[in-house]
């Protein structure tokens, strides 16, 4: 994964930079040592087991937690120094249901909308739209606890793009959904990055979200064990396909993070 | 029931230059807090019913059955004899805010869980306007069940000066403020929902009770010497006081200043406990979560 857009100074900027970062919780490491960056318009897959550490690097990266060790930048803005500016610029889907069951549909997008500063005829535009993206047009009178799992996502989605941002955080968000769901959702955030060119960075532990075009980041227990493009990774690993190579790299110690950059 | 597949047609999306964020944007920001915040108080009638009745059940029963039993002096600012119902009335405002306070306090520590709280902490506005216009919601929803108190009360024949209900707003607002910023403080220290129950037993009762919200403080001085000296600690007598004081539109400027200072000092904690970098977030990780 390299960077791609260019600064006015000539220097590469990278939709997200993520450099050195570790993060224990008291004596118990999360992250060690974690660096790959991901450029616009490109999906990524941050790959993990269980407990890999793919939730704490959503944290840091969202500025829910703060950043002890390393940085992160998005689109070149430090989250620790200017995480407003930083913020600005992604979405965020969390593992977690965030949609408040009480309030309605629309009622749960106008205040989103309002956290971002867009309110008024332009929250009511942008809501429409976005409700018709995710196909879920005609609803933005239900109340959230009267939708199914799978519509409750797609809102949330909805929610994260209100804002028009540059780079979209999606964490398990395909958990707990049926086979048509979950390909439902992967399709429009797929399509997301091939029209619109927004940055994609999707947490799952779900291997066969993964296409053969993606860039992966793999996790194991806190560690980076393999970036790159899915061929790359594969090759590297000496696997037959992403699945065996997934399954590899979380079986085998390897002795240092398989790099597959171009 | 699952959900039907979702088609992958896209709006325009295309992703904007930002520009500034300007006073605007802060208003609008303010506003869908502050708007969100009453909706949710809406949709839950048994919280406002429940915040009616508390106050009323003291002031139809508890100061009736009182009345002959406590006599209240002429002390400022009555300049008269007055009913025991009359006299606990600021007390019970107080006690609103209080209880509101608290459960501004429980609804982050409920949010937090859930999950809401984080779709407010990943606002682009910075973080200490985003927990003050958090406060500003829960203020404008206390004042609210405080007025709707104040109406019933009335009915029952217990009148402030009617220019009264004007002159006690900006007291009721800063007395909400600072209570509201001590329940955003300690919602910062409480690690689960279960734990909310030591918030009843260690600050509402004890705040409550150790005020001059029943009984006035020469009363309490004359009882135990000790226990006047817990209300003088206690930052809610002020805040009591400070109503009471505005019901009849006077200022008690020592009341003014603690409940002015309190606000900031919890106002300032609950801002620093809530820094990813420096507070409650450092704390709630070193204390395990989800990798």
């Known amino acids: 994964m390299q960077h791609v857009r260019t600064s006015g100074a000539g220097e590469e900027v990278a939709a997200l930079d993520v450099a050195g970062i570790s993060h224990s919780y008291g004596p118990k490491r999360a992250l060690q040592d974690v660096s790959f960056s991901i450029a616009p318009g490109t999906f990524t897959v941050l790959l993990g087991l269980n407990g890999a550490g793919k939730t704490t690097l959503f944290s840091l990266i969202s500025h829910l937690y703060g950043t002890r060790r390393g940085s992160i930048r998005i689109f070149g803005h430090d989250v620790s120094r200017a995480s407003g500016e930083a913020l600005r610029r992604v979405g965020i889907v969390f593992q977690a249901r965030t949609l408040d069951l009480d309030l309605s549909v629309h009622q749960n997008l106008s205040y989103h909308a309002s956290l971002h500063g867009i309110g008024g005829h332009q929250a009511r535009q942008r809501i429409a739209a976005l409700l018709d993206t995710v196909n879920m047009q005609g609803r933005q009178h239900d109340k959230a606890r009267s939708l199914s799992g799978g519509q409750m996502r797609r809102i949330e989605i909805a929610r994260a793009l209100l804002h028009r941002p540059s780079l979209l955080l999606l964490d398990e968000a395909t958990v707990g959904l049926d086979i048509q769901s979950r390909a439902g959702i992967l399709a429009t955030i797929r399509k997301l990055v091939e029209t619109e060119g927004i940055g994609v960075l999707w947490a799952t532990h779900l291997i066969d979200e993964v296409e053969d075009g993606d860039h992966v980041v793999v996790l194991r227990q806190g560690d980076l064990v393999a970036k790159g493009k899915v061929a790359d990774v594969v090759a590297t690993s000496g696997a037959s396909s992403i699945r065996d190579a997934f399954s590899r790299l979380n079986r085998i110690e390897t002795s240092g993070i398989a790099e597959m950059s171009p | ?291």
């Not at chain 2, 949710?40 to 059940?57: D, K, T, W």
């Not at chain 2, 030591?198 to 009984?215: E, K, T, W």
Request: glycine share 8%; hydrophobic share 55%; proline share 7%.
């Open chain 2, 1 to 291: 029931m699952s959900a039907p597949a979702m088609p992958p047609k896209v709006a325009a999306l295309t992703p904007v230059k930002f520009e500034q964020f300007g006073l605007h944007h802060y208003l609008v920001c303010l506003k869908g807090i502050v708007v969100r915040e009453c909706l949710r108080f809406l949709h839950q009638r048994e919280r406002f019913i429940s915040s009616l009745v508390r106050p009323l059940v003291w002031l139809f029963i508890f100061a009736a059955g009182f009345r002959q039993v406590l006599g209240v002096s002429i002390i400022p600012p009555y300049k008269t004899y007055v009913l025991y119902e009359v006299y606990i009335t600021p007390g019970l405002c107080g006690m609103i805010l209080l209880f509101s306070g608290m459960q501004s306090s429980l609804s982050m520590v409920y949010d937090r869980e859930m999950g809401n709280m984080r779709t407010l902490l990943v606002s682009p506005f910075p973080r200490w306007f985003l927990l003050i216009s958090k406060m500003l919601a829960g203020v404008a929803v206390s004042i609210a069940q405080v007025y709707a108190f104040l109406i019933v009360a009335w009915f029952w024949g217990v009148k402030a000066p009617p220019l009264g209900y004007l002159t006690v707003l900006p007291a009721l607002f800063l007395s909400g403020m600072m209570l509201c910023a001590l329940g955003m403080l300690l919602s910062s220290m409480i690690k689960q929902l279960e734990n909310f129950a030591g918030i009843m037993n260690f600050v509402i009762f004890p705040g409550y009770f150790a005020s001059p919200a029943l009984y006035p403080l020469w009363r309490i001085q004359e009882a135990s010497p000790l226990l006047y000296k817990i209300c003088l600690a206690n930052p809610f007598t002020y805040a009591v006081e400070l109503i009471r004081f505005a019901f009849y539109g006077q200022v008690d400027w020592l009341s003014l200043g603690v409940v002015a200072g309190c606000t900031l000092l919890f106002l300032a904690a609950a801002i620093i406990a809530y820094d990813p970098s420096r507070g409650l977030m450092t704390r709630k990780q070193d204390t395990g979560g989800n990798a």
